[in-house]
C-alpha cells in the first residue's frame, strides 16, 4: 500500500480528436478537480485534462490536514508584507476551511473536526509572535506549553476545530460528473491551443494547475520556486495522538491518525539534496513506536514559493488567458480551495478580493531568490552523464527512492528515465 486514501477506481475517457472549449484545465490534481467542479456550478463550459489518472500524484500522497494555520505563517507575513496582507491571507484560508466543511457535510470522507498543532523545539519567540498577531486581529488559538508526542518542545500554538478528512473519497465525490479526459498527455503549448498526441484543444482561456507549472517562457517560475521532499509511513496500532501535530522545521516531525493507523511525517529535504528520508521516520518508529508494525509507506513533494505565499492567478503579466495555480508550501488543502475560488473568478472575469495578494505577478525581490539562482548555476555546472531536459541542469542519484533528482527545479526520474515528477514534461532521452 502506498497511501493511507486509495485511490479512485472510476476512469474517465482518453481524448482523441480536436475539441472547443471556453476553459481548459490541465492537471488532474485537487487544484484542478475543484476549480472545475465550481466552473461546472457557475454552468461555463469547460475541460479538465490529466496526462495519466486524476489524483495519482502529490494530492494522493498527501497527509490530508485541512487547517488555515500554516506554521507560523502570519508573524511572517506580517514582517515581509504587512498586516493587510497577513489578514487576508487568513482571511482567505479560514473562508476555505469554511467551503470544505459545507461541501463534506454531503459526502462521506471520514472528515473529521481536529485540533491543529504548531510546535517547535527550540524556537519559543517566534510561537508568542504569532500568539501576538492572532490576538491582534481577534482570532483565539492557544498556548501549549506540552503535546501528546513524544518530541520535545519549547511550546507549541493550538487552532481548535480544524479538520482532516480522506481526499481521494472527497475527490471521488466530487469529481463524479465533470468533464475530465485521463491519458491525454498536453505536448505543447501555442497559445491558448494545446496540441496532445491524439488532437488539439482549442480553448479561450487555459487554467494550468500541474504542480510545477511546465510553460518556461512566461512567469520565470523556475526562479520563483522550488521543491522539498517529504515521507510519510503509516504505523499500525501505533498511538492515538487525538490531533493533528507539525513542526514549524520543515526538517521537523508531523503526527496524525487515520483509522487504527498513525501517520508520521518527516525526513523531508530540498529535491536533489541529502536528507533523512524514510531512514529518520524508521528509526523515529523504532524508538517511540517498538511494537508498531509499518504498513505503508509514501513519499510526495511541494513547490515551495519565494515569500510563504502561493502563486495564483495569470500566468504572468503578458498572458491575459493563461492562469496558474503552485507554490502552496506544503499547505495544499486550503491553497487549493482558495486557488479554485480565485480561478474560477477570474475564468469568467469576477474579481476575486484576494487574487492580489496571490498574484503572481508581484515582486520577486527575495532572499529565498538568490538561493534558487545559485542552485540553478551549480547545477547547470555540474558534471553529470544525466541531465534534466527541462533546462538541463545535472541529475542526482537518490538511493533512498531509486530515483534520478534535480536539484535545481525539482524534477525526478526513475531508473528508466520516465519522469515521476514535473517541470520536466518528458522521459530522459537514452
Not at 493550538?158 to 465525490?173: D, E, V
Amino acid at each position: 500500500m502506498e497511501t493511507a486514501w486509495g485511490s479512485i477506481d472510476r476512469k474517465y475517457p482518453e481524448l482523441r480528436s480536436d475539441i472547443h472549449t471556453d476553459v481548459l484545465i490541465i492537471g488532474g490534481g485537487i487544484t484542478g478537480i475543484l476549480t472545475a467542479y465550481f466552473l461546472h456550478q457557475k454552468g461555463v463550459r469547460y475541460i479538465l485534462v490529466e496526462k495519466n489518472r486524476i489524483c495519482r500524484g502529490t494530492t494522493g500522497r498527501t497527509t490530508a490536514k485541512i487547517t488555515f494555520q500554516h506554521g507560523l505563517i502570519y508573524q511572517k507575513l506580517l514582517k515581509n508584507s504587512g498586516f493587510d496582507t497577513a489578514l487576508k491571507y487568513f482571511i482567505a484560508n479560514r473562508r476555505a476551511f469554511n467551503e470544505y466543511a459545507r461541501l463534506c457535510e454531503d459526502i462521506d470522507c471520514d472528515y473529521e473536526i481536529k485540533d491543529n498543532y504548531v510546535y517547535s523545539r527550540d524556537d519559543r519567540d517566534s510561537l508568542e509572535d504569532e500568539m501576538r498577531f492572532l490576538s491582534d486581529i481577534g482570532y483565539n488559538a492557544e498556548f501549549c506549553e506540552k503535546i501528546p508526542v513524544p518530541v520535545n518542545i519549547t511550546g507549541a500554538v493550538k487552532f481548535p476545530h480544524q479538520a482532516q478528512f480522506n481526499p481521494i473519497k472527497f475527490l471521488s465525490k466530487i469529481s463524479e460528473k465533470l468533464n475530465i479526459y485521463e491519458n491525454t498527455f498536453v505536448r505543447e503549448m501555442i497559445g491558448t491551443t494545446a496540441v496532445t498526441s491524439r488532437g488539439k484543444i482549442y480553448a479561450d482561456k487555459v487554467i494550468a494547475t500541474t504542480h510545477f507549472p511546465f510553460i518556461n517562457k512566461h512567469g520565470s517560475y523556475f526562479l520563483k520556486l522550488y521543491q522539498h521532499r517529504s515521507y510519510v509511513i503509516g504505523l499500525e496500532n501505533a498511538q492515538n495522538v487525538n490531533g493533528m501535530y507539525v513542526d514549524n522545521d520543515k526538517k521537523g516531525m508531523s503526527f496524525r491518525n487515520y483509522g487504527d493507523l498513525l501517520l508520521l511525517g518527516g525526513g523531508g529535504h530540498r529535491t536533489g539534496k541529502p536528507g533523512g528520508n524514510y531512514g529518520e521516520l524508521i528509526l523515529f518508529a523504532q524508538k517511540h513506536y517498538p511494537d508498531a508494525p509499518v504498513k505503508f509507506r509514501s513519499s510526495a513533494q511541494d513547490c515551495m514559493s519565494l515569500d510563504g505565499i502561493p502563486y495564483i492567478g495569470r500566468y504572468s503579466k503578458n498572458t491575459p488567458r493563461l492562469f496558474t495555480a503552485t507554490g502552496f508550501n506544503k499547505w495544499g488543502m486550503t491553497s487549493s480551495m482558495v486557488s479554485a475560488m480565485i480561478l474560477s473568478d477570474m475564468a469568467v472575469g469576477v474579481k476575486n478580493e484576494f487574487e492580489d495578494i496571490f498574484s503572481p505577478s508581484r515582486s520577486i525581490l527575495k532572499p529565498q531568490l538568490f538561493v534558487n539562482a545559485g542552485e540553478a548555476v551549480k547545477g547547470l555546472a555540474t558534471f553529470s552523464s544525466k541531465r534534466c531536459p527541462h533546462m538541463g541542469c545535472a541529475l542526482k542519484w537518490n538511493s533512498a527512492e531509486h530515483s534520478w533528482d534535480c536539484s535545481c527545479h525539482g524534477s525526478r526520474f526513475s531508473e528508466k528515465g520516465i519522469v515521476l515528477d514535473n517541470p520536466a514534461n518528458g522521459n530522459l532521452k537514452k
